[in-house]
T-cell receptor
Framework: SQQGEEDPQALSIQEGENATMNCSYK?????LQWYRQNSGRGLVHLIL?????REKHSGRLRVTLDTSKKSSSLLITASRAADTASYFC????????????FGSGTRLSIRP | EAQVTQNPRYLITVTGKKLTVTCSQN?????MSWYRQDPGLGLRQIYY???????DKGDVPEGYKVSRKEKRNFPLILESPSPNQTSLYFC????????????FGQGTRLTVV
């Protein structure tokens, strides 16, 4: 069963624009994480936000978390060609924190 | 260099022929996990281990076995592979699992014919 669902499934924007991806989940969580995957390669951790946090920044990344709506968003500002990748949210389950559940991802393409 | 190493990177095998995909990490992580990635389904957790000799099922454990005899190694065993196990497999490790970042291997692309 999938815990996180990303939206949109695919996103294409012009270089320099901002990209926003959303993640919704079903059950209460302890933490939510975002990962990036370049084509066919291993995932790379971007940012972790805890359930008692509402917003977090890391460089050009901004993550928000709304536990009442069971949703999170990832904003990438001033996009670059190198940001072209798939982005996944990952959540644990409050009741079974050892299981980490990934969504199906958003494919982001940056047009030059 | 901190890393998770999977081998092999690519494997083509026949139905029913037992195989093992190895995974090793050099970060002294307690938590290790295996995922499979299929188009449109994202990553699904197969098995995870919270420490040596402690393993548990993820969401799609059928047809797979794991063992954790040493902290650094977490092999994935397919006793009798079938074509529906054709997939891209990832091993990952982290300090505790839920609240620390996971480090991923480069993946093993398995084809079962």
């Amino acid at each position: 069963s999938q815990q996180g669902e990303e939206d949109p499934q695919a996103l294409s924007i012009q270089e320099g624009e901002n990209a926003t991806m959303n993640c919704s989940y079903k059950t209460s969580i302890n933490n939510l994480q975002w990962y990036r995957q370049n084509s066919g390669r291993g995932l790379v951790h971007l940012i972790l936000i805890r359930s008692n946090e509402r917003e977090k920044h890391s460089g050009r990344l901004r993550v928000t978390l709304d536990t009442s709506k069971k949703s999170s968003s990832l904003l990438i500002t001033a996009s670059r060609a190198a940001d072209t990748a798939s982005y996944f949210c990952a959540t644990d389950r409050y009741s079974s924190a050892s299981k980490i559940i990934f969504g199906s991802g958003t494919r982001l393409s940056i047009r030059p | 260099e901190a890393q998770v190493t999977q081998n092999p990177r690519y494997l083509i095998t026949v139905t029913g022929k037992k195989l093992t995909v190895t995974c090793s990490q050099n970060m002294n992580h307690e938590y290790m996990s295996w995922y499979r990635q299929d188009p449109g389904l994202g990553l699904r957790q197969i098995y995870y281990s919270m420490n040596v000799e402690v393993t548990d099922k993820g969401d799609v454990p059928e047809g797979y076995k794991v063992s954790r005899k040493e902290k650094r190694n977490f092999p994935l065993i397919l006793e009798s592979p079938s074509p529906n196990q054709t997939s891209l497999y990832f091993c990952a490790s982290s300090f505790t699992g839920r609240d620390t970042e996971a480090f991923f291997g480069q993946g093993t692309r398995l084809t079962v014919v």
